[in-house]
């Protein structure tokens, strides 16, 4: 690689190629004398190996074009054609017995400038100044370009993050990829945790920095100042978890974002020589702002989806009714992929016919969908308290849905369980079959089902089932089983399968169920398991 250079006029490595120790002598003083290094080749091979040792490139060629083994002809075109020198600057030197043609070929053989000797000092050295100004400009241009490119892919990256450790480890990836030194990151996630990730570089000018590691902070190494505005490092901490070349605070560049005046900052730390321009500036302080962008919106999710969870249970149940007639557990899941309300809901409740149990959807995930859920459920409610069976149940809750909220649908299945006898009424609404297993283990789900509620359809009767004590009834939404590519019939025989070997009492059996069914995190999940006593008799 070609050594960086802060300004045009500074110093370069130049390689001098010339058979004529006398003329290699002339050459390599004038150029020492303005300040560059040299390194001389006395034939074409020798300065093509010299070129090929690993190691800092040279930035110019001064190549005589009468060579003993090759011409300069050849020497130039073998530097332009092999990719790691290809921007390597030539500059063909001869006798002044060469002829136009000659100059004309070595220009148009990839040559960037022609000198013909005797070259008086000031030539020369204005030539190579001139040369290293174009190839100097011509590098920043294409490494800041490289670097823009980088930032866009990383941009693109950071935005994609779904967790504020995922978040800290691109940030910390995308400075070392974009500025080819040891990185770090760090940040405080929504929960306050301080987080630090960094890249490791176990020798000095390594190309490809270690996969970031993310490590847990003690405490944010930055203080407030005194106005609170800003973080102040004073003087700069002891930063923990930094990669060897970042140690030592004189040779870090340390800079911090924040999208909020009251949030901790987000910190990127790189390697003070890589930013040597006030370009490298820039692609810095945008890398370290789309991270702090980045971090708001993991934090903006998490803050809307908290607050989406608690109105949500808001809706729901308080507590279980205590019957003798049944053990009541359930769970509720928040689809952990939304920040948006869902309309999933149960529902259970003692009446003087017997005890009603509910589990339905309202469609859609919204904050409307949840105002639904709302009504359904205390209707659904009072509807029961007045003694209505299950088909009733279901259609005057579809009158009043069609009513109040015309074109929203929900699907419902509600079930009586009687006092006084084995006897189940089950009336469904579009929604998932009921799934009940009897004391021996065997299941069976009960498929009959009318039309979903917010249609205006006539509901069909309730299906009389009688189960004996013992038995489970499962209820459940369609977050539990549904998925993508997988064919819900495949899933209703997982859930049967997996209700099979449940064990038999209610909290157990909803913890094996959602340990062997984990749901995808797309949907919220609703389930029920109900666990029928003995029938009272009188």
């Known amino acids: 690689m070609t050594l960086p250079s802060d300004t045009d006029h500074s110093p370069a490595l130049i390689l001098v190629v010339d058979d004529a120790p006398t003329n290699r002598y002339v050459l390599a003083t004038t150029l020492r004398r303005a300040g560059h290094q040299v390194i001389e080749a006395e034939d074409g091979t020798q300065a093509l190996e010299l070129l090929s040792v690993p190691g800092p490139l040279p ?38 017995a060469i002829t136009v043609n000659d100059r004309t070929q070595g220009l148009n053989r990839g040559a960037d400038a022609y000198l013909v000797e005797p070259v008086a000092p000031d030539e020369l050295l204005a030539t190579v100044t001139a040369t290293l100004r174009y190839a100097r400009a011509r590098r920043r ?27 800290v480890r691109v940030t910390a990836r995308a400075a070392a990829a974009i500025f080819g030194c040891g990185a770090a990151a760090m940040l405080t996630t929504p929960e306050g945790r301080p987080l630090v990730a960094h890249t490791w570089q176990d020798r000095p000018g390594r190309s490809r920095p270690t996969e970031p590691q993310v490590h847990t902070m003690a405490a944010w190494p930055w203080r407030r100042d005194h106005s609170g505005s800003q973080d102040r490092p004073g003087p700069e901490p002891e930063l923990p978890c930094l990669p060897p070349d970042l140690k030592d605070p004189a040779h870090r560049r340390t800079v911090m974002g924040r999208a909020k005046p009251e949030r901790p900052p987000v910190v990127v730390v790189i390697a003070a020589d890589a930013v040597t321009t006030p370009d490298d500036e820039q692609v810095l302080a945008q890398l370290t702002q789309a991270s702090t962008l980045a ?86 409610r009072a509807y029961a308290a007045e003694g209505h069976p299950p088909e009733t149940i279901l259609a005057r809750l579809d009158h009043l849905l069609m009513s109040v909220e015309p074109g929203a649908t929900v699907t419902l299945c509600v079930i009586l369980i009687e006092y006084d006898s084995d006897t189940l009424h089950l009336a469904n609404a579009g929604h998932l079959p009921p799934l009940l297993r009897n004391p021996d283990g065997t299941t069976f789900f009960v498929p009959e089902h009318g039309p979903l509620l917010g249609l205006g359809l006539p509901h069909p009767p309730a299906r009389k089932i009688t189960a004996e004590p013992g038995a489970l009834i499962i209820l459940v939404t369609d977050g539990l089983i549904e998925r993508r590519h997988t064919d819900l019939q495949h899933s209703l025989g997982s859930l049967a399968e997996t209700v099979s070997a449940a064990p038999t009492g209610p909290e157990e059996a909803c913890a094996h169920l959602l340990e062997h069914l984990p749901p995808d995190g797309s949907d919220d999940v609703a389930l029920m398991v109900v666990r029928l006593n003995a029938a009272r008799t009188c």
């Open 59 to 96: 930035e110019i060629a001064i190549v005589d074009v009468r060579l003993p083994d090759m011409t300069g002809f050849e020497v130039c075109e073998h530097i332009k054609n092999t990719p790691a020198t290809a921007a390597l600057p030539v500059i063909n030197i001869s006798a002044s």
């Open 141 to 167: 241009a294409e490494l800041l370009a490289h670097r823009l490119h980088l930032l866009n892919h990383f941009t693109l990256a950071l935005y994609s993050t779904t967790d504020s450790q995922e978040l």
């Open 295 to 380: 971090l708001e919106a993991l934090r903006s999710y998490s803050e809307e989806h908290a607050l989406a969870l608690t109105l949500q249970r808001s809706f729901l149940p308080e507590r279980l009714p205590e019957n003798p007639r049944a053990q009541l557990a359930v769970r509720y899941l928040p689809a952990s992929e939304r920040t948006e309300i869902g309309g999933d809901f149960y529902e259970a409740i003692s009446t003087s016919a017997g005890l009603v149990v509910a589990v339905g959807d309202v469609a859609g995930h919204s904050l409307d969908a949840a105002m639904i859920m709302g009504q359904i459920r205390h209707a659904l």
